[in-house]
């Protein structure tokens, strides 16, 4: 099993201190994770100042440094074609055009994304690139995704106290973040913003019954 990883979710789960949890809620070891080649410019910048901006502490840079060092980055993508044809589609950014031929073109593959435009987008062309559609088909872990995995792996004591200490929260953490959260309350919310992509997700067993159909 190979995971494929996109810098938005290698971010918000450093940010979160997940990333060490990370071989514990795909199922895989962190030797099977691939980043794109680009990944640790992007996200550690060499000025000092935009470095910290773009991670919002100094433990967040020591996660993603520690991170980007273990992993491998993705190999060269062969499916030109279909790296050609996925492109036609508005919405899905380059990086993430390549991560999912990447995840398509190998059956032993899971995609971890935060990018939720991007598989909206392929819900809507699903006629014009249906191989796309069914190749994601019970093999991505969202954000969100990745957080109700963590609920049922880690806990919501655990989780709860990851998540108040998240330096930049984003715009879903930020409606139920607080420090009398309920663990309801997260679930619910998690919920709501994956249910959309519920076709996509892998892990069934570890989620929620209402992401399972």
């Given at each position: 099993?190979?995971?494929?990883?996109?810098?938005?979710?290698?971010?918000?789960?450093?940010?979160?201190?997940?990333?060490?949890?990370?071989?514990?809620?795909?199922?895989?070891?962190?030797?099977?994770?691939?980043?794109?080649?680009?990944?640790?410019?992007?996200?550690?910048?060499?000025?000092?100042?935009?470095?910290?901006?773009?991670?919002?502490?100094?433990?967040?840079?020591?996660?993603?440094?520690?991170?980007?060092?273990?992993?491998?980055?993705?190999?060269?993508?062969?499916?030109?074609?279909?790296?050609?044809?996925?492109?036609?589609?508005?919405?899905?950014?380059?990086?993430?055009?390549?991560l999912f031929v990447a995840c398509?073109?190998?059956?032993?593959?899971?995609?971890?994304?935060?990018?939720?435009?991007?598989?909206?987008?392929?819900?809507?062309?699903?006629?014009?690139?249906?191989?796309?559609?069914?190749?994601?088909?019970?093999?991505?872990?969202?954000?969100?995704s990745a957080l109700l995995l963590?609920?049922?792996?880690?806990?919501?004591?655990?989780?709860?106290?990851?998540?108040?200490?998240?330096?930049?929260?984003?715009?879903?953490?930020?409606?139920?973040?607080?420090?009398?959260?309920?663990?309801?309350?997260?679930?619910?919310?998690?919920?709501?913003?994956?249910?959309?992509?519920?076709?996509?997700?892998?892990?069934?067993?570890?989620?929620?019954?209402?992401?399972?159909?």
């Amino acid at each position: 099993m190979i995971v494929l990883a996109d810098n938005d979710i290698i971010q918000k789960l450093a940010q979160c201190d997940l990333l060490d949890s990370l071989p514990e809620l795909i199922g895989a070891p962190i030797k099977s994770i691939f980043v794109s080649s680009t990944a640790r410019y992007q996200l550690l910048p060499k000025n000092p100042d935009k470095l910290l901006a773009k991670c919002g502490n100094e433990e967040t840079v020591i996660r993603l440094t520690k991170f980007l060092d273990a992993v491998k980055d993705i190999p060269e993508i062969k499916n030109l074609e279909l790296l050609s044809r996925i492109a036609e589609i508005p919405d899905i950014d380059p990086g993430e055009q390549q991560l999912f031929v990447a995840c398509i073109c190998d059956d032993n593959s899971t995609l971890i994304t935060g990018d939720r435009k991007a598989l909206r987008a392929v819900i809507s062309g699903k006629d014009r690139v249906p191989e796309v559609h069914a190749g994601l088909i019970d093999r991505v872990i969202t954000f969100e995704s990745a957080l109700l995995l963590a609920l049922d792996i880690l806990g919501f004591a655990v989780l709860k106290q990851k998540l108040l200490a998240c330096p930049k929260p984003d715009g879903v953490l930020k409606q139920v973040l607080r420090p009398d959260m309920a663990e309801q309350s997260l679930r619910e919310c998690l919920v709501s913003y994956t249910r959309e992509a519920s076709v996509f997700l892998a892990r069934k067993d570890r989620l929620p019954d209402e992401l399972r159909g």
